[in-house]
């Protein structure tokens, strides 16, 4: 209990002191996590979207696969993506290996999977009870994918908002492909394995801390913009034809 | 109500709106349709052939095929056997030159100019395009309003807006106006009649007797699947040819 209380007291000095290491940690976890999440989105909307609308022998098993894929290890995903960057290994040329840029693409390959698959959920739902229509409409593959996204944004945003939770409390993968180093790739949860491994525990639980008020505000600021977004297209100005 | 959804099973190849053929769509010919799903068959042996102007109006009890039909002439469900025909062209090749209008509307999550919008994009259509549209139809002044905030018969005006938004020659209206007020009611009807005087073809499920002799020009009664009468409106109402037809003119139960 002694812990935590100091903890707490530790979190709101250094976040008070305006602590630019922490700042800094905070920054990078942000910068790689929310990188990873729109890269995801990107891929993972349209091909959750497509997965909505299409038929087609096998779809069963990608299915499977994909939800499957939710549960990735961290740590094989560091691995694979480790020896893809690595000197020796096929992209080894991008010198990307202890980057934020190998974190967020170890990141990004962790939540596709989560952004397709809830997607696919959702936006199927949806397609039941527009299919009809689209068909009488003839609207082609890509005019029935474009409408669903859009008129399934705002559900879509909780599905953005479980993969950037996903990457941000997400350690095992960044640690191998950033090498948790300071001032380069130390992200929160790094600094945090870090600091419990050498025994600082009142530090660690700080920055558990601060990474819980960040998710908790990233999480906030969603939901307000979600309803606020609501509101305006509900009520704003009509799209001009 | 439509009581069967696209499976895989009656699913059709996709069609492009594109490069849609002139000429006119009627008349309409349907031979032998059939359509049989795994529980059993829901239309068998349906000819049918339809004149180039006027409203038809389909009716028959609950489960006697009305809404597959439509579907099938409007090109959603592929028969098991048989054909449609709309002046050579078979369903899935009109689907483009004609719109449905659904029992229970399906409106996009945006606002009621939005879904106008929608459709308007596609065909080049103009903002003054649907603000006459919006007027037409009653909700000029809900145009900001999302579209799922309206009302049953609102949300039936806004679905009838969008599909004629789309200037089809043929209009199918599945039940329309079940369980609208009257004042909806009386609307949709004026905005169907309007769009048959200038030469869209209605075919209009209703089980509203009073309706039906109100707007039909023909009646094509359908019973257990089958057309067990297709007679002007003028021969039917008074004297239907048909037992069932004439126990459900009177009120009887038709089974």
């Known amino acids: 209990m002694q812990d935590i209380g100091e903890a707490f007291h530790l979190a709101l000095s ?58 990735l290890p961290p740590v094989v995903v560091g691995l694979l993506v480790y020896l893809y960057l690595s000197r020796s290994g096929p992209l080894g040329f991008l010198g990307l290996l202890y980057t934020p840029g190998a974190m967020i693409v170890a990141q990004t390959i962790l939540i596709v999977p989560i952004v397709a698959a809830l997607s696919r959920q959702v936006l199927e739902d949806l397609h039941g009870e527009y299919a009809e229509q689209f068909r009488s409409l003839c609207l082609t593959r890509w005019q029935s994918i474009t409408t669903l996204l859009w008129d399934g944004r705002y559900a879509l945003m909780t599905v953005g908002l479980a993969g950037f939770g996903r990457a941000a409390a997400e350690v095992g993968a960044v640690i191998i492909v950033g090498g948790n180093i300071d001032h380069l790739t130390r992200v929160m949860t790094t600094a945090i394995a870090l600091e419990t491994s050498k025994g600082d525990l009142p530090l660690a639980l700080a920055l558990g801390i601060v990474l819980l008020v960040i998710a908790l505000g990233v999480n906030a600021g969603v939901q307000m913009l979600r309803m606020s977004a609501a509101r305006q297209a509900s009520y704003g100005a009509a799209a001009n034809v | 109500m439509s009581d069967l959804q696209i499976t895989d099973a009656v699913r059709l190849p996709r069609r492009r709106a594109a490069h849609a053929p002139v000429g006119p769509l009627l008349p309409l010919s349907v031979s032998g349709l059939r359509l049989d799903i795994p529980r059993g068959t829901l239309l068998d042996g349906v000819d049918l052939t339809l004149p180039r102007h006027g409203c038809t109006v389909i009716m028959g009890p609950n489960g006697a095929g009305k809404s597959i039909l439509l579907k099938l002439l409007h090109g959603l469900l592929a028969p098991t056997a048989g054909s449609v025909s709309w002046n050579g062209l078979p369903a899935t090749e009109a689907t483009a030159r004609q719109a449905l209008v659904f029992q229970k ?43 799922r905030s309206l009302s049953g018969g609102e949300a039936q005006r806004l679905a009838l807006a969008r599909a004629l938004a789309t200037d089809p020659e043929v209009l199918f209206l599945d039940e329309p106006t079940a369980s609208l007020d009257p004042a909806s009611v009386q609307v949709i009807e004026r905005i169907v009649g309007e769009a048959c005087a200038r030469g869209t073809r209605i075919i209009f499920v209703t089980h509203d007797i009073g309706q039906a002799r109100r707007i039909a020009d023909d009646v094509v009664f359908l019973h257990r699947g089958r057309v067990a009468e297709h007679s002007a409106a003028a021969e039917f109402f008074p004297e239907p040819r048909s037992l069932a037809a004439r126990d459900y003119l009177a009120g009887r139960i038709v089974l």
């Open chain 2, 105 to 147: 509307p399906v409106l996009l999550r945006r606002s009621v100019a939005a879904n106008l919008d929608f459709v308007l994009k596609a065909r080049g259509g103009n903002r003054a395009r649907r603000d006459a549209l919006l007027a037409d139809v009653g909700l000029a002044h809900k145009a900001r309003q999302p579209a």
């Open chain 1, 14 to 71: 250094l976040v008070l002191s305006g602590d630019a290491d922490l700042f800094e940690i905070v920054g990078l976890s942000l910068q790689v996590s929310l990188s990873a999440t729109l890269i995801a989105c990107a891929i993972g909307l349209p091909v959750g979207a497509l997965l909505a609308v299409s038929r087609f022998r096998g779809r069963g098993a990608v299915l499977v696969l994909i939800n499957a894929l939710m549960g």
